[in-house]
C-alpha cells in the first residue's frame, strides 16, 4: 500500500508509512474514521493538519469504502457492501488503522504491537484538532512565550524522576520496572542541564521563585496518577502515553521540532535553547529505538476492554497537554515575566537585555513531553 502523509510548512515532505503483516482476522473488526479524520474532495483522507495521499488502487479502494467504514461496521460487511474483496481492503483498512486513521469497536482481540502503533499515531490525530487555533502573539511577547514555554517545560521534566520511580514500584513487568527506573535516572540529569541553559537567562534566585502554572501542574500530576496505577492496562496506557511522544518525533512534530521553531525565532540566546536541544535530540535517538514497543510485544491480543483503557489514558494527556499549552500562551503572553509566584509582575532587567521585542508570529505546534 502507498500511503503519504503531507504536513503544511515547516516540514512540507511527505512521510512514506511502511507496510507490514496485517492479521488475518482482522475483517472482524469494526472500524469507522478516526474522530478529527475527513475525507478530502479528492478522496484523500484530511486531519486539522496534514493530508494523507493515496496511490492507484488503494486510492481506489479507499475512495469506494471509507464512506461505509465511517458508519461503524465490520470490515467484512463493509467489503460485502462495497463490492470490495476483503483480501483487498484488509491490507488498506489495516494500514489506516495502524496509521491511527480509523478508530474500532469491535470484540474482536487486536494484536499488542498493532494496537500500541494505532493508538501512538491515533494522538496525534487528536493533537491536531485541539491545538490549531493559538493566534499570533502580540509584539514584545514572543520572548516571554518562548522563555515561558522552556520553563514550563523544564518544570515537567524535574518532576519527571520522581513519576518515573513510582511507575517503576507499581509495575508489573521486570523489564518495564528497569525501563522506567533508568529513564528516572536520566530525566535527572536532564533537568539540572535544562536549568542551566534557563539560567542564561534567569538569575538563580528567580529560577528557584518560578513556579509551575496550574495546567502544568496538573499535567504532572495527571502523568503521576498514570504512572501509580496497578493494573496491566493502566501501565500500559501509561507507556502508551511515552509512545505517542516518541510518535511526534518521528513525525517531526515533537520536542526537537519545537525548539527548532523557538530557535528561529531568534528571540532568545543560542545558550538558553542549547540545553534544550540536546535533550530534545536525546529523546529522539531514544524514540528511535522505542523501548515502548517490546512492552506491548509481550503482552497477549488485547481484548475490548483493556484497548479502551489504554485509549482514555493516551486521549487524557493529549487533553492535559492542549490545557498546558493554551495556558501557557495566555500567562506569557499577557505578563511580562516569568511566574514567580508572587503579584509582581514586572520585568526583570537582565532578561530583558536578551529578548528580541519585534512582533512574529507564535510557533504553535505542541509538542508532546515524552516522560
Known amino acids: 500500500m502507498s500511503l503519504s502523509r503531507q504536513c503544511p510548512p515547516p516540514h512540507p515532505e511527505p512521510t512514506t508509512l511502511p507496510l507490514s503483516e496485517f492479521e488475518s482476522d482482522f475483517g472482524k473488526a469494526v472500524l469507522y474514521l478516526q474522530r478529527g479524520v475527513t475525507v478530502g474532495v479528492d478522496g484523500g483522507l484530511e486531519t486539522a493538519g496534514s493530508t494523507y495521499v493515496f496511490e492507484g488502487q488503494d486510492a481506489l479502494v479507499v475512495r469506494s ?42 470484540d474482536a482481540a487486536i494484536d499488542p504491537v498493532l494496537f500500541y502503533d494505532h493508538v501512538r499515531t491515533a494522538a496525534l490525530v487528536w493533537r491536531e484538532s485541539t491545538t490549531n487555533a493559538l493566534p499570533n502573539a502580540s509584539e514584545g511577547s514572543v520572548g516571554w512565550l518562548a522563555l515561558g514555554s522552556l520553563l514550563e517545560h523544564w518544570q515537567y521534566v524535574k518532576t519527571a524522576p520522581a513519576r518515573l520511580r513510582l511507575a517503576a514500584r507499581a509495575a508489573r513487568l521486570a523489564e518495564a520496572k528497569a525501563l522506567w527506573a533508568r529513564i528516572a535516572v536520566q530525566e535527572e540529569g536532564w533537568s539540572y542541564q535544562l536549568a542551566g541553559g534557563l539560567r542564561r537567562a534567569m538569575s538563580d534566585a528567580d529560577l528557584a521563585r518560578a513556579r509551575p502554572l496550574v495546567a502544568t501542574t496538573e499535567l504532572c500530576r495527571d502523568m503521576a496518577r498514570s504512572a501509580a496505577a496497578r493494573r496491566m492496562a ?10 505517542a511522544g516518541f510518535a511526534a518525533e518521528e513525525a517531526d512534530a515533537g520536542l526537537r521540532a519545537y525548539y527548532e521553531q523557538l530557535r528561529q525565532l531568534h528571540v532568545l540566546p543560542d545558550a538558553v535553547l542549547e540545553p534544550f536541544l540536546r535533550y530534545a535530540d536525546a529523546v529522539l535517538a531514544h524514540a528511535a529505538s522505542d523501548p515502548i514497543r517490546s512492552l506491548f510485544a509481550g503482552q497477549r491480543p488485547l481484548e475490548r476492554d483493556q484497548r479502551r483503557v489504554v485509549i482514555g489514558h493516551v486521549a487524557q494527556h ?19 515575566g516569568p511566574n514567580l509566584g508572587t503579584s509582581d509582575r514586572r520585568p526583570l532587567a537582565r532578561l530583558l537585555n536578551l529578548l528580541s521585542t519585534r512582533g512574529t508570529s507564535w510557533p504553535i505546534k505542541m509538542f508532546f513531553p515524552p516522560h
Open 65 to 106: 469504502c471509507v464512506g461505509l467504514m465511517d458508519e461503524a461496521k465490520s470490515l467484512a460487511v463493509v467489503a460485502q457492501e462495497s463490492d470490495v474483496s476483503l483480501d483487498v481492503l484488509r491490507p488498506v483498512a489495516l494500514e489506516l488503522y495502524r496509521n491511527g486513521l480509523l478508530a474500532e469497536d469491535g
Open 234 to 243: 493502566d501501565q500500559l496506557g501509561y507507556a502508551a502515553r511515552i509512545g
Open 318 to 336: 493529549v487533553r492535559t497537554l492542549a490545557a498546558c499549552q493554551r495556558a501557557t500562551f495566555a500567562f506569557y503572553a499577557s505578563t511580562t
